[in-house]
C-alpha cells in the first residue's frame, strides 16, 4: 500500500486550484492553446456533464461529422474506417515496441442481423491480425452491447454467444479477448457474461470503472491468479446513487481500486493517462515485488504518444487501445469526458485544423 496516495493526490489538486482562480473567463473553444491545463480541470465537471450529455445527441452529432475539421482531428484519435487501416496503424504502434488492443466501433446494435455482422467484422479483423503475425502483441476489446447484450428477450445469450465465437476465433489466431464495461446497468450482466465465458476462456480480460463505488469489491472478486483486469475511470454520466462524482473521489477511488489489484494474484491493466497513477502504479510494483511482465499500461491511441513509448523504452509493458470504424462520434466524446487532458489535446487539434 502507499501511505498518503490519496491524500497527496488531493494537496495536490487543492494547491492546483489555489493558483489557477481568476482563469475562468477564457474562451475555452476559440483559444485552446492559450490555456493551462488548470483550467480545463477547474471547468471541467460542468464540462464533462456536458459531454456526456453530447455524447447521446443525434442531432450534435450530425453536425460534428459534417464539419470539415473533423476527418483530419479525428484520424489522430481513431485508426481508420476499416480493418485494413486499423491493422497498418496498428503495425506501426508494434514496431515501436508497443502492445495494442483493437476496438471495432459499431452502430447501435437494434437487430440480432447487426450483431452478427459485429462479431463477423471481429472474426475478419482477427484473421487480419493472424495473416500479419501481430496477434503475440494484439488483442481485440469488445462490447457486449455490440453484440447483441441490450436486445430484447435473449439479448445477453446472443451477445455470449457472439463473446464466444470471438473468443475463439481469438484464440485460434494466437490472442485473447478483453470485454469492454459500458454504463452502469449492464455491470452485472457482463460481469455474468465474463465469468460463463471464463469457464472455456479463462484469459478473458474484464474491464472495471474507478468511479463506481461498487469496483473496489469487485477488484477484490477479480484479482485472483490469471485473472485479467483493466482498471480505468469511467466514461459514462452516471448518478450520485452509483459513482463517485468530484475528480479528488475518482481519484482516491483509482488508488483504492489499484491497490487491489497490485496486491492480486491477477493481471493489472492500469488505463490512465495520469502521470500521478502511472508513478503510484511504478511504486506500487516495486513494494509488492511485480515484475514489470506482470501487469501493464494503457492509454488512447493519440493520448501521449511520448509517454507511450517512453514507458515501452523503459521496459514495461504498454498497451495502446485502438479504435477503428464509422461509428467514432460517442467514443471521442466521452473520451474528451474522461479526463481534462484528453479534452485540452483534442481542442488543440482542432484550433490547428488537424
Known amino acids: 500500500m502507499i501511505t498518503g496516495g490519496c491524500q497527496a493526490l488531493h494537496r495536490e489538486q487543492e494547491q492546483g486550484r489555489a493558483r489557477r482562480r481568476g482563469n475562468l473567463r477564457v474562451n475555452l473553444l476559440t483559444r485552446p492553446d492559450d490555456l493551462s491545463l488548470g483550467y480545463y480541470q477547474e471547468a471541467f465537471p460542468v464540462l464533462r456533464q456536458l459531454l456526456l450529455s453530447m455524447s447521446r445527441s443525434s442531432r450534435i452529432r450530425h453536425l460534428v461529422e459534417r464539419a470539415p475539421v473533423s476527418r483530419s482531428v479525428v484520424a489522430r484519435f481513431v485508426a481508420g474506417t476499416g480493418a485494413e487501416e486499423a491493422v497498418a496503424s496498428t503495425r506501426a504502434l508494434v514496431d515501436k515496441g508497443l502492445l495494442a488492443s483493437l476496438d471495432h466501433l459499431g452502430e447501435d446494435t437494434v437487430a440480432v442481423e447487426q450483431a452478427t455482422a459485429t462479431r463477423d467484422a471481429y472474426l475478419r479483423l482477427l484473421q487480419l491480425l493472424a495473416d500479419a503475425g501481430?496477434?503475440?502483441?494484439?488483442?481485440?476489446?469488445?462490447?457486449?452491447?455490440?453484440?447483441?447484450?441490450?436486445?430484447?428477450?435473449?439479448?445477453?445469450?446472443?451477445?455470449?454467444?457472439?463473446?464466444?465465437?470471438?473468443?475463439?476465433?481469438?484464440?485460434?489466431?494466437?490472442?485473447?479477448?478483453?470485454?469492454?464495461?459500458?454504463?452502469?446497468?449492464?455491470?452485472?450482466?457482463?460481469?455474468?457474461?465474463?465469468?460463463?465465458?471464463?469457464?472455456?476462456?479463462?484469459d478473458t480480460g474484464a474491464v472495471l470503472q474507478a468511479y463506481l463505488h461498487r469496483t473496489e469489491a469487485d477488484c477484490r472478486d477479480l484479482a485472483h491468479a490469471g485473472s485479467r483486469v483493466r482498471l480505468c475511470k469511467g466514461a459514462y454520466k452516471e448518478p450520485e446513487s452509483v459513482a463517485f462524482q468530484g475528480r479528488h473521489d475518482v481519484d482516491g477511488a483509482y488508488v483504492r481500486a489499484l491497490n487491489v489489484l497490485m496486491a492480486g494474484d491477477g493481471y493489472p491493466m492500469i488505463a490512465t493517462h495520469d502521470p500521478r497513477l502511472v508513478s503510484i502504479t511504478e511504486e506500487l510494483a516495486r513494494r509488492t515485488g511485480r515484475a514489470k511482465d506482470s501487469y501493464e499500461f494503457q492509454m488512447l491511441y493519440g493520448i501521449r504518444p511520448h509517454e507511450q513509448e517512453r514507458l515501452a523504452a523503459q521496459g514495461q509493458r504498454m498497451r495502446v487501445y485502438v479504435p477503428y470504424g464509422d461509428e467514432w462520434y460517442g467514443y471521442l466524446v466521452r473520451r474528451m469526458a474522461e479526463r481534462p487532458a484528453n479534452l485540452a489535446f483534442f481542442l488543440r487539434a482542432v484550433a490547428t485544423k488537424g
Do not use: Y
Not at 136 to 162: I, M, T, Y
Open 134 to 202: 501481430m496477434t503475440r502483441a494484439v488483442e481485440v476489446s469488445v462490447k457486449l452491447s455490440a453484440v447483441g447484450q441490450a436486445l430484447p428477450g435473449d439479448g445477453e445469450k446472443v451477445a455470449l454467444d457472439n463473446a464466444r465465437a470471438i473468443a475463439q476465433a481469438a484464440r485460434a489466431a494466437g490472442t485473447t479477448v478483453t470485454l469492454d464495461m459500458e454504463d452502469h446497468t449492464t455491470t452485472d450482466s457482463t460481469l455474468g457474461i465474463l465469468r460463463e465465458l471464463r469457464q472455456d476462456f479463462p
